[in-house]
Nanobody, 126 residues
Framework: QVQLVESGGGLVQAGGSLRLSCAAS????????MGWFRQAPGKERDFVAT??????????NYADSVKGRFTISRDNAKNTVYLQMNSLKPEDTAVYYC?????????????????WGQGTQVTVSS
């Protein structure tokens, strides 16, 4: 059974940083796309970032709203993906979800991913 477990969320002041982790079990995701999405109250689940690998090339894609502030990375030995979030803003407040794909490529749609974590709350105070 595949499980994705997020951690690292919390309360931080605007301008601060957090690092989210997503530990996968039940499947090795090193050759598959992994992503992060977020959902604020009353809003749809939005794409944040994805990391993919084709051959020896690692590809990363970010939502425009987080480019230059967030960095997605992975540790294949630990089967874990990270999201480093810097210069946080109150509008970054949301539940953040880790997502795992079934191919090397996954885009910015939630339907591109087959596996989901339970989410971790990130709250940024002004």
């Amino acid at each position: 059974q595949v499980q994705l477990v997020e951690s690292g969320g919390g309360l931080v002041q605007a301008g601060g940083s957090l690092r989210l982790s997503c530990a996968a079990s039940g499947r090795t995701f090193s050759n598959y796309a992994m992503g992060w999405f977020r959902q604020a109250p009353g809003k749809e689940r939005d794409f944040v970032a994805t990391i993919m690998r084709t051959g020896t090339t690692t590809l990363r894609n970010y939502a425009d709203s987080v480019k230059g502030r967030f960095t997605i990375s992975r540790d294949n030995a630990k089967n874990t993906v990270y999201l480093q979030m810097n210069s946080l803003k109150p509008e970054d407040t949301a539940v953040y979800y880790c997502a795992g794909g079934s191919t090397w490529y996954s885009g910015d749609r939630a339907t591109d991913y087959d596996y989901w974590g339970q989410g971790t709350q990130v709250t940024v105070s002004s």
